[in-house]
């Protein structure tokens, strides 16, 4: 169980945007602070976060 969120910045920026963009981010770092404080990663582009150990990512894209 994590203990919060680690919210990448352009989930926000792209929900007022009309069209949203492909989000590209620097994958390592945000992997590497969400997993040193038990964060969830919250980011549209989870397939770059898949296969690494430990790392609980949601894309509030995808939410029901």
Wanted: charge should be negative; glycine fraction near 4%.
């Amino acid at each position: 169980m994590s203990n919060g969120y680690l919210i990448d910045t352009n989930v926000l920026s792209e929900l007022m945007r009309e069209k949203p963009d492909p989000i590209d981010i620097p994958v390592a770092q945000n992997a590497a602070i969400a997993l040193a404080a038990n964060l969830m990663l919250v980011t549209r582009n989870t397939k770059d976060f898949e296969g690494i150990d430990g790392l609980q990512v949601i894309n509030p894209w995808q939410l029901h």
